[in-house]
């Protein structure tokens, strides 16, 4: 039998939870996109000098399990000298890595930024060759064609791939309590930690997830339909001779 009686004396810590999830996955998206657009035009570049660096950064964080990069994070980085002689100075790189939430923030927006690079760029590899060769007869320049034809259409063809890797990332902060930053799952592990009902802790926990995750595929599906419509094979009906 569930005890509903715990949420409800609960609730606030879950509430404070939920606040931390949001602004941990609203933050590192929109910083691991403003990242991943410029990476991604450099790695559909033909010359391996310039997409080499780019697929080694992508490689290392799609690579590797996004807890041992914040662990590496959180721990790591105050094992070198030149980032304790920050901390000494008192500079702003300090400022970001000195608490969890720095520390959290960063790893996500990078985890978060190497997939994205790699979504973008393989829409960008989709596009079209006549839309290319179209603005090339207008006389657009490389620059106003990334601007104005590459980009927006790759965006559009990538949100089918970008709202999974949103889904993922929300999913993905529940292991910011592993670096004491009491998220929506370390809510429950307090819960559960007061109250000793594992079952009832985690599974508040879960259909709150639930809940966000079936919202944002509804809002994703609408936002398809809308901007991808045209991509859609069109359906016709022919009458018989």
Known sequence: MIEWSLFAESWPAYASGLWLTLKLTVLSLAAGLVLAIPLA?????PSRWVSGPVWAYSYFFRGTPMLVQLLLMYYGLGQFEW???QWDAGNAFWLVFRDPYGCALVTFALNTGAYTT??????????????IEAA????MSRFTMLRRILLPG???RA??????EIIFMLHGTAIAST???????GAARNAYSQFFAPFEAFIFAGL?????????VGLFRVAERRWLAHLRPRVTSRKAA
């Open 41 to 45: 035009v450099l790695r559909v570049s």
């Open 118 to 131: 790699e979504i973008i760029a393989g829409a960008l590899r989709a596009m079209p060759h006549g839309e």
């Open 159 to 164: 949100l089918p791939a970008y709202s999974n």
């Open 136 to 139: 090339r007869a207008c006389g």
């Open 154 to 156: 790759a965006l559009r």
């Open 179 to 185: 670096v004491t930053l009491v998220d929506l799952t």
């Open 208 to 216: 709150i997830y639930l809940c966000i995750t079936f919202a944002l």
């Open 83 to 85: 980032v304790r002689a």
